[in-house]
């Protein structure tokens, strides 16, 4: 079978798909092209692609017949991909859940504490040679220890957090979810508005329409003036324009971002706040999770070629 791979992946990866099928790597670090999206569904048994390779309704219009049938996405999030169009032409579509989950966890904790101790600040200012040295009120910032975290969103990625901020910084959790869920240590589940006037506030849900623009200025404006909001789920699920407005008033302390409504770019607003902590999208940037994915993704792929059960449809 022929394989598309959209993206390099890490060696371990490439070899093992190339023991199975017939690769094509695309060398590419951007995504898929209008005409390279079309492509890759006429000309290929099988696609591996990545997130922002925009498999949208309309790119299957175009290919009603496609020869590829199962888009074996790395990542767990694939809102890229319109899983109802892809079903209606016959594709099947496979994601990488829980290869990912400790990494993103560990982000989240990273703009946690990066953004409420004000590091991002401190570093820009040493290395632009504007510090003279310590003082008593120098840059004094939030404690994390003991606050409030409300983790919209208590899947996989949520417990984690929720586990990280309990046992690790004693903080008091309480979380929102659509369905009841138990989160498996001393936590509430609220209602989002309760979870909006935390402390530390956290994303966590899914990307797609369902959940596009949930953090919109009705939900900011629930926040309070101390609280720091977090968001390592999808750019989409926030209103970055909303969010950029609430922080320029002062009306939430800060926010720690590593996903972005329209990646790469980034809201000219966000970009010239000091309260801001950006990445650029390192939720799961750790080698070894980068190629767990990649084997799952393989997986996926190779029971579709032994005509097995996929392992993990969405």
Known sequence: MKLLITRPLPAPVMTAAGARFEVTARQSTLPLDGVELRAALREYDVVLPTLGDQFSAQVFADVPAPKAKLLANFGVGFNHIDAKAAAAAGVAVTNTPGAVTDATADVAMTLMLMTARRAGEGERLLRAGGWQGWHPT????????????????????????????????????????????????????????????????????????????????????????QSIFINIARGDVVDEAALAAHLQAGRIAGAGLDVYENEPRVTPALLGLENVTLLPHLGTAVLEVRTAMGMMAVANLVAYLDGQPLPNPV
Do not use: W
Request: proline letters at 6%; charged letters at 15%; one cysteine or more.
């Open 138 to 225: 120098q840059m004094l910032g939030a404690q994390v220890s003991g606050k409030t975290v409300g983790i919209i969103g208590m899947g996989r990625i949520g417990k984690a957090i929720a586990r990280r901020c309990h046992f690790g910084f004693g903080m008091t959790v309480i979380y929102h979810n659509r369905s009841a869920v138990e989160a498996g240590l001393p936590a509430r589940q609220v209602p989002l508005t309760e979870v909006m006037a935390a402390d530390f506030v956290v994303v966590a849900v899914p990307g797609g329409p369902a959940t596009r623009h949930l953090i919109n200025a009705e939900a900011l404006a629930l926040m309070q003036p």
